[in-house]
Every structure is written in C-alpha cells, then in structure tokens.
C-alpha cells in the first residue's frame, strides 16, 4: 500500500506544469496585435503597421509586449522561472558526458526557439517581417540579439522561483495579458 514515486514522473510533471501554466502569458500576447489589426493574418498584421505605425508604441502594445519577454522566458526556461531543472543537475558526472550529443542538439533546438520568438515578435509588435533581401532582416537580428541580452540582464537579479512563487507570477501575467487585450479593443 505504499505509494511508489519515480524521479521520471517528478520530471514530467515540472514539465507539464512548465508547458501548462508558463505559456498562458505568450499565447495572449500574441492576440494582441491580432485584436489591435483586427486579423490574424501575419500579413494583414505587418500591413496594419505599415500604415498606422508599430503596435509595440501603443498602450495594449507596450503591455503585450511586457507579456510576451515574461512568456519567452518561461518557455525558454530562464531564471527566475527555472522550474524545469532540478538543483541536482547540475551535478550529473558521466551521464552527462554520454549525452553530450543530444543536449547538443537540446541547445541548438533552444537557439532555434530563440531566433523564432524574436522573430515573431518584430513581426506581430514591429510589423517588420523577415525578410533577407531587404533591410528589415536586420531589424530581425537586432531584435533576437537584444532579447537574450535582456534576458540575461533581468536574470541575473531575479530570484529563482519555487512552485508557490511561479503560479502567482504567471497568473499575474496573465492577467496583465488580458489587461493588454482590453486596452486592444478600446
């Protein structure tokens, strides 16, 4: 009658809770510039910018985009919301070095996540989409070396948060999401 618990199970479930909770913020911050254009076309999006000027020096705008850098960090699983490793792996010897391979292909997977955040959010909040042959890709590298720099910045005076710190926050951006998209429809 007793119960089993396996570290796999305690893993997965700092996982989901990760995916669950940590991307409500994101998922609403992309509404924003949809309501604000009144599509969800990217290209209705870039030309409602084109016209009317960057949604990112709007109201709802600002705030969306304060949500959307809380909600990259917690998908990319940055400190303070590092809930996703555990203290011990730091110390994980030759496992570590067996699976130097795939956590290889785990951080290019992440660089990868990096550039298309970045990239989506000068599009939605810029509305300059990414384009090689013309200047605006620029505006693209720009925007995705300067996230991880901010990220870096905030992360290094930010607190680790524990389960009972990461749900209050989130849901706190959340609702400063919902807060963004009401001041899009105003």
């Given at each position: 009658?007793?119960?089993?618990?396996?570290?796999?199970?305690i893993?997965?479930?700092?996982?989901?809770?990760?995916?669950?909770?940590?991307?409500?913020?994101?998922?609403?911050?992309?509404?924003?510039?949809?309501?604000?254009?009144?599509?969800i076309?990217?290209?209705?999006?870039?030309?409602y910018q084109?016209?009317?000027?960057?949604?990112?020096?709007?109201?709802?705008?600002?705030?969306?985009?304060?949500?959307?850098?809380?909600?990259y960090?917690?998908?990319?699983?940055?400190?303070?919301?590092?809930?996703?490793?555990?203290?011990?792996?730091?110390?994980?010897?030759?496992?570590?070095?067996?699976?130097a391979k795939?956590?290889?292909?785990?951080?290019?997977m992440?660089?990868?996540?990096?550039?298309?955040?970045?990239?989506l959010?000068?599009?939605?909040?810029?509305?300059v989409?990414?384009?090689?042959?013309?200047w605006?890709?620029?505006?693209?590298?720009l925007?995705?070396?300067?996230?991880p720099?901010?990220?870096?910045?905030?992360?290094?005076?930010?607190?680790?948060?524990?389960?009972?710190?990461?749900?209050?926050?989130?849901?706190?951006?959340?609702?400063?999401?919902?807060?963004?998209?009401?001041?899009?429809?105003?």
């Amino acid at each position: 009658n007793v119960q089993r618990s396996f570290l796999e199970d305690i893993s997965a479930m700092r996982a989901f809770r990760l995916i669950a909770f940590g991307s409500f913020p994101l998922y609403i911050a992309l509404f924003v510039p949809a309501v604000i254009s009144g599509s969800i076309s990217l290209g209705d999006i870039v030309a409602y910018q084109q016209v009317h000027g960057p949604i990112l020096f709007s109201a709802a705008g600002v705030i969306g985009a304060i949500v959307f850098f809380i909600g990259y960090m917690i998908l990319l699983n940055e400190y303070p919301f590092v809930i996703l490793k555990a203290k011990a792996d730091v110390i994980e010897g030759p496992y570590m070095e067996y699976a130097a391979k795939w956590r290889a292909l785990v951080y290019i997977m992440r660089g990868f996540l990096m550039f298309t955040l970045a990239t989506l959010f000068s599009v939605l909040f810029l509305g300059v989409p990414p384009s090689i042959f013309t200047w605006g890709i620029l505006v693209n590298i720009l925007v995705a070396v300067l996230f991880p720099m901010l990220m870096a910045s905030f992360s290094a005076f930010a607190p680790i948060f524990t389960f009972k710190q990461f749900y209050p926050v989130t849901f706190g951006a959340t609702i400063l999401g919902v807060v963004a998209l009401l001041a899009a429809f105003i």
